[in-house]
């Protein structure tokens, strides 16, 4: 079974190929037959593997397919891993995947791009699926680009309009930044070990060459850490990740919610080797993880549009889960890029439900009263809310629960950071409930007569992604409820060499409360967001109201969207056009011009010798051939 | 004893520098093209007659050959170079080398 | 023998054409090319994938200077053969809807540089070398010259008083290292390298500069770099295409071939301002490649970025950094091609190649523009694209040599992203306006074109072990040979 793990990104590819080159010739039922269909074969596969590893003592097999590239000493072949990691992560991929391919195929049915979307769709997964299944670094970054370029593609499907183009742009180039630092990394750990599988360098690490704290080691770590951010969109270079939002909904569900932006997180936790001898790595990475969840939640609560909600609530989710790999919680970072994937997914895709029925319109300020429309849109988007807020039995509550103990147990500000960042979740995700789907309608009338509930294609993925957010979380109910946390042990085997270092040990009695804190922030917040949309039913501020200003600040997003263009373009720009003005044309391309000048010159004056005197040249001849006898003489 | 050698060595070069030198001077101070010319041969005929003197004494009549070399060569060059006088003379209407600096810069 | 006929049966071409008039010399000069190209892969069936100089031809030419008719193939020099020969029929198939006038001459020109170039990657003779080298520049000089577009002459001009003056200091010491050769003075490369070795660190160094400018102007190198933006722009397509797709091969080539085994000493001495040029160079020529608005000369710039990194991993000097070096200028000749033959698409369709008048092809014809993604995404050296596999490896040895010259050569991944996907999106994605609307379809032979460098980008991006076999052994050979 293990020997088919080849098939489940070939498949994909295949999809991507019979779509990317006939599609349109393909009718549209071909087409998401063929694009379902591939993803489908690909997950039942991965379940198939899945099953087939529980059962399995060995935990880890490489698959060698080629020779990619080598040169003297270096060689790196294309393989596979499949290992408890990589498969968990193959069915969430594929299964996640599948469900948004079928919500597609009612999500786009009009759209003209229909089969280059699902072109599109197939070739991400395909590289999603060579990232997780690489058996070293370099083949990792192959997917890792390979997933940026079908973000890009897929943020600018709508190529007409410049603004989508300009964000596809942005968030292609944004990874690009943090794609440098992975490359270095892995250049640096070539260097550092000679190799860049995974299970060399952990070899290498196992073996005790190198104690922890070594500089090369958080160099290594430092950068695959600047490659990490980039991906996954934490601070400083998230700011391409809600411009995404360009992209059609299905895409911001699978890429830009449940998948491609975990990258980042699967990175650190397949290196977790390294990181764990990296103390000062992991202590940035808890700090960058736990800033950008407050930071990002922060702007959640003042935005308007509902999947720029969304998309800052997922960096804010990304970074609890850099906090929890920040803090050793590898297994809980892991555990909550699934459950995120779950509920991310389904709030995503309840989103692009209201934004079908709406013809477009994303603004909040305009939605209202939606549960009578979209009953199951409304139910299944309530059920993602409480997963997210981590509502306790949810799905959300036992990820995060277990982040946010690691936390405490690491460092109690941090731990106190994340329950602002999870109070403030709370209130954005119930503010955007309330205002988009009780009340009464605040669209314009054309909208209201065409308020529908979407066809089954859309419905039905919703409801099954509704099922996992609440009974998701329930493959990792920790100990101290009473349950046996299956993930852990599943995963044990890729985790078993951090943990050595790293030990968890809370007291039951701390630990219930901390859920208890937990439970109590989240209730009030939703008793505080209840209040002030439900009950007073208080709108959001319209377009050029006054605000106070940390109000205006937070949704103006802190300007940085500003800052960066001033810091970085628009210097970049004039960097460039000074280059090229002055640098090259005027000094670089001027001294050799010079030169020519200077010879043109010379000889304007040299020449005045030949005067056309037959007398001088005499002259000057006699003299000269004196002269030259007279130092011969000498 | 042959009859050149009845007069010492020194008288030919003596000579041969004083005709050598009335040449260059001729050369640099005369404007006329054509005086230029006859004290150019005035130079190779003062080489010549150095040519045979040191033959003669030497004894080697390597030196007669390049006499005859020299005045076949001043022959041609005559032919050829007041050919192109008297060319240069239909056209400008003088021989004045202050007058022939057209080519030049 | 086969060295012998690779290069003559251009030259013969060359004779060929400039006697055909009419229709047909297009024809008959496709097929040359392809027959050439065949002799090539004939070569490259008998060789054997070793170190050793093969298919080896050694005449005396002037016996006295000994100077000799000295030509050979090892695995680096069979790539770059491979290269010319692969490039020049698709060159020639992308040019059919140009229309050049008096194509005989031009064809003839075309092939006769062609000669050149091969007996430039094949010389074993120093002198022999040198005359394939000013050999090249003849006929492209004529057909920048002839066939050119706006301020032509003073631009050629440049361009070729630029390169000659940089050849002319090579001759020099190559002159200088044959006076210096043991026992009867000889241009033969093993008496070369012998003699270059053999003199001290200081007299290497002279050496190295004298050498080394002549290449540094033909690849081109920050900062002697600046013939090249207008060449490129003012030169026809396919001449440009001979010029970057090619011919800047021979500089770094030569560097692999000519410099760094003659003068090992002195490359310790100057090596290290020449790997910070190099490197100075790509981020320079990438910066300035992002605020240009004629397409044409930002792939000049973005060609002189890439070429910078090549040459850095030469200089740095491991088998990463010359095995890089063979990947990318395989890649490199491979893209430029592409993205100059798109331009001129472009250019014939619309008539212009600036961005502001463009915008919105992908509307009327998305065919291409998914053919022209290939070959970009290759250019930006997206992993299973050709240009990742050496800039991969470049990368490596440049690290090796000195991390934070290998981090700042790395801004090249995001400038390079910054301007190829500035100039897609204007040039493809918006709205069609008045001068776009009317693009049409592309012809066949411009699919051919295209499909076939798409093709070899991602077939070469996802296995390029043949291709890295066939120049390793004579890469390991080099490096195990200077190093020690």
Request: hydrophobic share 55%.
């Amino acid at each position: 079974m293990l020997k088919l793990v080849c098939l489940v990104p070939l498949l994909p590819l295949i999809g991507f190929l019979v779509i990317g080159l006939f599609g349109k010739k393909l009718s549209k039922g071909w087409v998401s037959a063929i694009g379902c269909g591939s993803v489908f074969a690909s997950f039942a596969i991965s379940l198939a593997i899945f099953i087939e590893l529980i059962g399995r003592v060995e935990k880890s097999y490489t698959i060698d397919l080629f020779s990619w590239i080598s040169a003297g000493k270096l060689s790196i072949p294309f393989s596979f891993l499949v290992d408890p990691l990589s498969s968990l992560f193959l069915l969430i991929i594929t299964g996640i995947g599948f469900l948004i391919h079928l919500y597609s195929t009612g999500y786009m049915s009009k759209d003209e791009g229909f089969s280059t979307f699902f072109a599109y769709l197939n070739l991400f997964i395909f590289f999603m699926l060579i990232l997780v299944l690489g058996s070293n670094y370099l083949i990792m970054f192959v997917g890792w680009e390979g997933v940026g370029l079908c973000s890009y593609l897929l943020i600018g499907f709508w190529f007409k309009n410049t603004a989508y183009n300009d964000a596809a742009k942005k968030a292609f180039i944004m990874n690009r930044i943090g794609d440098l630092g992975f490359l270095l990394g892995i250049i640096l750990i070539y260097v550092t070990f000679g190799s860049v599988g995974y299970y060399e360098v952990g070899q290498f690490l196992i073996s005790g060459s190198y104690v922890s704290g070594t500089p090369v080691i958080t160099a290594i770590t430092l950068l695959l850490f600047v490659g990490a951010i980039g991906k996954s969109a934490q601070l400083p270079l998230y700011t391409w990740l809600p411009d995404a939002m360009a992209g059609p909904t299905p895409v911001s569900a699978l890429i830009h919610a449940a998948t491609m932006v975990t990258a980042g997180i699967y990175m650190i936790a397949r290196s977790n080797l390294l990181f764990t001898m990296a103390p000062i790595t992991m202590d940035v990475v808890a700090i960058v993880g736990v800033c950008t969840a407050l930071f990002a939640a922060t702007i959640g609560l003042a935005q308007n549009d509902i999947k720029k909600i969304l998309a800052y609530s997922t960096v804010s989710q990304l970074g609890f889960m850099f906090l929890a790999l920040g803090v050793g919680a590898y297994t809980g970072a892991v555990f909550h890029v699934m459950t995120h994937a779950f509920f991310k997914a389904l709030l995503f895709l309840g989103a692009g439900s209201v934004i079908h029925a709406m013809s477009g319109a994303q603004d909040i300020r305009k939605m209202g009263g939606l549960k009578k429309y979209l009953p199951i849109t409304q139910l299944t988007f309530l059920l993602g809310t409480l997963a997210i807020v981590g509502f306790p039995g949810f799905s959300g509550f036992f990820s995060k629960d277990e982040i946010l103990a690691a936390a405490y147990e690491s460092n109690k500000l941090l731990w106190f950071l994340g329950i602002l960042a999870a109070a403030m979740t709370t209130f954005y995700m119930f503010r955007l409930f309330f205002l988009t789907f009780t009340g009464n309608f605040r669209g314009s009338n054309h909208q209201k007569e065409h308020l529908h509930e979407s066809p089954k294609s859309m419905t039905i993925p919703l409801i099954i992604l509704a099922a996992l957010s609440v009974f998701g979380g329930f493959i990792g109910i920790p100990e101290v409820l009473g349950g046996h946390h299956f993930l852990e042990e599943f995963l044990k085997p890729v985790f078993e060499g951090s943990s050595l270092r790293i030990t968890h040990q809370l007291s039951h009695n701390t630990e219930y409360g901390l859920m208890a804190a937990t439970t109590f922030v989240m209730a009030a917040s939703l008793f505080y967001a209840y209040t002030i949309y439900f009950k007073n039913k208080t709108l959001p501020a319209e377009e050029g109201e006054k605000l106070n200003p940390w109000h205006q600040l937070i949704y103006k997003k802190y300007l940085v969207d500003e800052l960066y263009n001033t810091l970085i373009t628009k210097p970049l720009n004039l960097i460039s056009g000074g280059l090229h003005k002055i640098m090259e044309n005027q000094l670089v391309d001027g001294i050799i011009n010079g030169i020519g000048t200077i010879v043109n010159w010379a000889s304007t004056k040299i020449r005045l010798v030949q005067t056309g005197n037959i007398g001088f040249y005499i002259f000057v001849m006699v003299i000269s051939i004196v002269l030259i006898l007279f130092t011969q003489m000498i | 004893m042959s009859a050149i050698q009845v007069i010492p060595l020194n008288w030919y070069l003596l000579l041969s520098t004083v005709l050598f030198t009335i040449g260059v001077l001729g050369v640099l101070f005369r404007r006329n093209a054509i005086i230029i010319f006859m004290s150019i041969e005035l130079m190779l005929n003062a080489v010549n007659l150095l040519f045979v003197a040191f033959s003669s004494y030497l004894s080697d009549s390597k030196g007669q050959v390049f006499v005859f070399f020299i005045m076949a060569v001043a022959a041609a060059e005559v032919a050829v170079g007041l050919a192109i006088l008297m060319m240069v003379y239909r056209n400008t209407k003088t021989t004045d080398i202050n007058i022939l600096n057209k080519l030049k810069w | 023998m086969i060295t012998i006929f690779l290069i003559l049966f251009p030259l013969l071409a060359a004779l060929l054409l400039v006697l055909i008039k009419g229709e047909q010399v297009v024809k008959i000069a496709m097929i040359a090319a392809i027959i050439e190209f065949a002799i090539s892969i004939f070569a490259l069936s008998q060789f054997h994938y070793n170190a050793n100089v093969q298919f080896e031809a050694n005449y005396a030419w002037i016996k006295s200077l000994g100077i000799h008719f000295h030509v050979g193939i090892d695995g680096i020099s069979l790539l770059l053969v491979l290269l010319t020969t692969f490039l020049v029929p698709i060159i020639i198939l992308a040019s059919f809807n140009s229309n050049y006038k008096n194509p005989s001459i031009f064809y003839s020109l075309i092939f006769l540089m062609q000669m050149a170039l091969i007996g430039v990657f094949v010389s074993l003779d120093g002198f022999l070398f040198y005359v394939f080298w000013e050999l090249a520049l003849i006929p492209i000089y004529f057909i920048c010259l002839l066939w050119g577009g706006d301020n032509r002459a003073k631009i050629t001009f440049k361009f070729f008083i630029y390169t000659l003056a940089g050849s002319l200091l090579m001759l020099i010491g190559l002159i200088y290292l044959y006076q210096n050769t043991p026992g009867t003075h000889s241009f033969d490369i093993e008496a070369l390298y012998l003699a270059g070795r053999g003199l001290d660190a200081i007299h290497q160094g002279y050496i190295f500069i004298a050498i080394f400018m002549a290449f540094a102007i033909k690849i081109p190198i920050f900062p002697f770099h600046t013939w090249q933006p207008d060449t490129y722009t003012t030169a026809p397509t396919a001449g440009t295409m001979m010029l970057s797709g090619i011919m800047l091969k021979m500089g770094t080539y030569g560097l692999i071939r000519w410099l760094l085994p003659v003068v090992p000493l002195g490359v310790q001495e100057w090596g290290n301002l020449a790997i910070v040029l190099s490197v100075t160079g790509i981020v320079y020529a990438s910066c300035i490649a992002i605020t240009q608005k004629d397409f044409k000369r930002l792939i000049a710039y973005s060609s002189i970025a890439h070429v910078g990194l090549i040459a850095a991993g030469i200089l740095a000097f491991n088998v990463q950094g010359l095995q890089g070096a063979m990947a990318q200028m395989l890649s490199h000749g491979i893209n430029v091609i592409g993205l100059f033959f798109i331009i001129d698409i472009i250019q014939q369709r619309t008539g212009k190649r600036d961005f502001e008048s463009l915008g919105g092809i992908r509307n009327v014809n998305p065919q291409f523009a998914v053919l022209f993604l290939i070959v970009l995404l290759g250019s930006v050296a997206l992993p299973l694209t050709n240009g990742f596999i050496g800039e991969f490896l470049l990368l490596n040895a440049v690290y090796q040599y000195s991390p934070w010259l290998a981090a700042f050569a790395g801004l090249s991944v995001i400038l390079g992203a910054v301007y190829m996907l500035r100039s897609y999106q204007s040039v493809m994605l918006g709205e069609t306006n008045a001068i776009t609307s009317s693009f049409g379809k592309l012809s066949n032979n411009e699919k051919i074109v295209l499909a076939i460098l798409c093709l070899a980008i991602i077939t070469f991006g996802i296995y390029p072990k043949p291709l890295l076999d066939i120049s390793e052994p004579a890469v390991i050979k080099l490096v195990t040979t200077i190093t020690q």
